[in-house]
């Protein structure tokens, strides 16, 4: 869909990248690395100063004591991350859950590791009103059962977990030779007052996890590439063991500088649910007037639209009519899933400036 809106000179809100600039000290900060000697190859599971401060981060906000030495890896952003722990986790004949819509890199990954992939869909595709089904998760379970992949905050969606979930989640995985792989990319970017419930926070799911973040999303620049992993100690040696030969490690002077930032500004994140939430009301509130429907996204930077008023095409279809027609980009919820949902969905994303989020939204009112 970027490419498409590129040749129709379309206005971009499918593919998820913000269009702005990270903070300027940071930047100075990657410079400063950059001309004093950091461009060399890092240590395999990151720079030192970089796992120090993440262990410290997660400390603070989920209380969980990660040992930066043998806990905490620095990944080429999250997509390697995930990667790199499913094909450390998952064997031939194996059998790997995912939460449809699923992000489109947990599949492939899955089938080269010889695995086979289950599909369980949300609830709520009918009306927007997404949730895990607990109950079918549990009844999906089985013997071949190696990993469950959850993505929460939820792209695209948007849902969030609550920490009843995480029970649900430690009720269903008890006594069953499993793992969890937990993309929380999106942790930092949760709205109306609510808390990210990451899997760091519960002892019983931690014992059995591996939770991939991203700076990407947390620092407005993903095309960086820079995430971790943190995970037990024995889990964190079979990621490592993967890691070392996808890509040996990550780049150097932008470690640096994530270690300066984060000890110098520890609270740098803070702001960012707010940012984001008033890009997403701003947003919606330009669609009031339009003949799209919506529920306000409870996380991330992307929205769902419903789009029944207005066609009943299939979702691809009405997405590639939208750039080309009307010069606005999304994408359609299809993608994500194994069986095509129940209703009329777009996902947007709206990590925009205004000018960009009002353009797109008085075409789609002309609708």
Request: with cysteine.
């Given at each position: 869909?970027?490419?498409?809106?590129?040749?129709?000179?379309?206005?971009?809100?499918?593919?998820?990248?913000?269009?702005?600039?990270?903070?300027?000290?940071?930047?100075?900060?990657?410079?400063?690395?950059?001309?004093?000697?950091?461009?060399?190859?890092?240590?395999?599971?990151?720079?030192?100063?970089?796992?120090?401060?993440?262990?410290?981060?997660?400390?603070?906000?989920?209380?969980?004591?990660?040992?930066?030495?043998?806990?905490?890896?620095?990944?080429?952003?999250?997509?390697?991350?995930?990667?790199?722990?499913?094909?450390?986790?998952?064997?031939?004949?194996?059998?790997?859950?995912?939460?449809?819509?699923?992000?489109d890199s947990y599949e492939p990954a899955v089938t080269l590791a010889g695995g086979r992939t289950l599909h369980v869909p949300l609830n709520g595709m009918?009306?927007?009103?997404?949730?895990?089904?607990?109950?079918?998760?549990?009844?999906?379970?089985?013997?071949?059962?190696?990993?469950?992949?959850?993505?929460?905050?939820?792209?695209?969606?948007?849902?969030?977990?609550?920490?009843?979930?995480?029970?649900?989640?430690?009720?269903?995985?008890?006594?069953?030779?499993?793992?969890?792989?937990?993309?929380?990319?999106?942790?930092?970017?949760?709205?109306?007052?609510?808390?990210?419930?990451?899997?760091?926070?519960?002892?019983?799911?931690?014992?059995?996890?591996?939770?991939?973040?991203?700076?990407?999303?947390?620092?407005?620049?993903?095309?960086?590439?820079?995430?971790?992993?943190?995970?037990?100690?024995?889990?964190?040696?079979?990621?490592?063991?993967?890691?070392?030969?996808?890509?040996?490690s990550v780049v150097t002077p932008i470690q640096y500088a994530l270690a300066d930032f984060m000890r110098e500004q520890p609270e740098h994140y803070h702001?960012?649910?707010?940012?984001?939430?008033?890009?997403?009301?701003?947003?919606?509130?330009?669609?009031?007037?339009?003949?799209?429907?919506?529920?306000?996204?409870?996380?991330?930077?992307?929205?769902?639209?419903?789009?029944?008023?207005?066609?009943?095409?299939?979702?691809?279809?009405?997405?590639?009519?939208?750039?080309?027609?009307?010069?606005?980009?999304?994408?359609?919820?299809?993608?994500?899933?194994?069986?095509?949902?129940?209703?009329?969905?777009?996902?947007?994303?709206?990590?925009?400036?205004?000018?960009?989020?009002?353009?797109?939204?008085?075409?789609?009112?002309?609708?």
């Open positions: 869909m970027s490419q498409l809106a590129q040749d129709c000179d379309a206005i971009n809100l499918s593919q998820g990248f913000p269009s702005f600039d990270p903070d300027p000290r940071l930047l100075s900060l990657i410079d400063h690395h950059l001309r004093n000697g950091a461009n060399q190859y890092a240590p395999m599971p990151g720079v030192p100063a970089l796992r120090n401060e993440i262990a410290a981060k997660v400390e603070r906000l989920y209380g969980r004591n990660a040992n930066p030495d043998t806990e905490v890896t620095v990944c080429t952003g999250a997509t390697e991350g995930l990667f790199s722990a499913i094909m450390a986790i998952v064997r031939p004949g194996d059998e790997v859950i995912v939460l449809d819509p699923a992000y009918a009306n927007g009103d997404f949730g895990v089904d607990w109950q079918r998760l549990n009844d999906t379970v089985n013997d071949k059962t190696r990993l469950i992949i959850l993505n929460f905050p939820h792209n695209p969606t948007g849902a969030i977990l609550s920490a009843q979930d995480l029970d649900q989640l430690a009720d269903i995985v008890r006594d069953r030779a499993l793992y969890l792989l937990s993309d929380e990319v999106y942790e930092h970017i949760v709205f109306d007052g609510q808390a990210h419930q990451s899997l760091l926070r519960h002892d019983e799911l931690w014992e059995r996890s591996m939770v991939l973040s991203s700076f990407g999303k947390t620092c407005h620049a993903t095309g960086w590439k820079v995430g971790y992993c943190v995970a037990p100690a024995q889990l964190s040696a079979e990621f490592r063991k993967i890691h070392q030969f996808t890509c040996f702001g960012l649910s707010s940012f984001y939430e008033n890009k997403r009301d701003y947003f919606a509130g330009l669609l009031e007037d339009s003949s799209l429907t919506l529920r306000p996204a409870q996380s991330t930077f992307f929205q769902i639209v419903d789009y029944s008023a207005l066609s009943q095409e299939s979702d691809a279809d009405f997405a590639i009519r939208l750039t080309k027609e009307i010069g606005v980009a999304s994408i359609p919820i299809s993608v994500f899933c194994e069986t095509p949902p129940t209703g009329h969905f777009l996902r947007f994303c709206f990590a925009k400036d205004d000018a960009t989020l009002a353009e797109a939204a008085g075409r789609l009112c002309k609708l």
